[in-house]
């Protein structure tokens, strides 16, 4: 267990800060509440799951192999991240103009666009991944880790938006709300583009 502590303490700095996915969150929560919320919190998971998998297994040689992969994916995350904030700032919690929250899918995907995920990722397989054990078996342990731990750290950012929910009954202060959450994204695909 002590052996885990570092792993899990990582895991858990990476999870609970701002970050994309915790801006996406607490928009959510905030605009569809808690149900609308939770696809997005599960597809946040599974797409971490899935994506520290592969890079515990070896995917990580193809950044080192190519370099220009890593920056392809940079500008690539960071566009995503300027129409994930035009997205955010256009919800409403009105049923006539309501887009949809995001789903479980769209969640899913993002996370091999989302440049903090890819970091959480390369760390785990680079620094917390054990050498000379069976390395499918070492990669679903520090994958189903960072899934535990994960969790109930996007879960609090949903909650979070979902207890401001009624405070954004006034379409004003909703707008207010959901363009500072579309500015804060579009500050973080800038500065994941540096």
């Excluded at 995917?59 to 129409?83: E, K, N």
């Excluded at 049923?95 to 993002?110: D, E, G, L, M, R």
């Amino acid at each position: 267990m002590t052996e885990l502590l570092p792993l899990i303490s990582y895991c858990f700095v990476m999870s609970a800060t701002p970050g994309p996915n915790n801006v996406m969150l607490a928009t959510t929560g905030a605009n569809f509440g808690g149900r609308g919320a939770l696809p997005v919190v599960l597809g946040i998971q599974a797409g971490m799951f899935v994506q520290t998998m592969l890079m515990c297994v070896g995917l990580g040689t193809v950044f080192v192999t190519y370099p220009l992969a890593h920056q392809v994916l940079r500008i690539a995350g960071s566009l995503y991240l300027v129409f994930l904030a035009w997205k955010l700032s256009g919800a409403s919690m009105s049923a006539a103009q309501a887009p949809k929250a995001v789903s479980f899918f769209q969640a899913t995907v993002f996370q091999a666009l989302n440049p903090k995920s890819w970091v959480k990722a390369v760390t785990v397989a680079s620094v917390f991944m054990p050498a000379g054990h069976n390395t499918v078996a070492d990669a679903l342990l520090v994958s189903a880790i960072g899934t535990a731990v994960g969790a109930p750290c996007n879960a609090m950012w949903a909650l979070f938006g979902v207890s401001i929910r009624h405070l954004l009954k006034d379409p004003r202060k909703q707008r207010i709300f959901n363009l500072t959450m579309g500015a804060i994204l579009l500050v973080l695909a800038v500065m994941f583009l540096r």
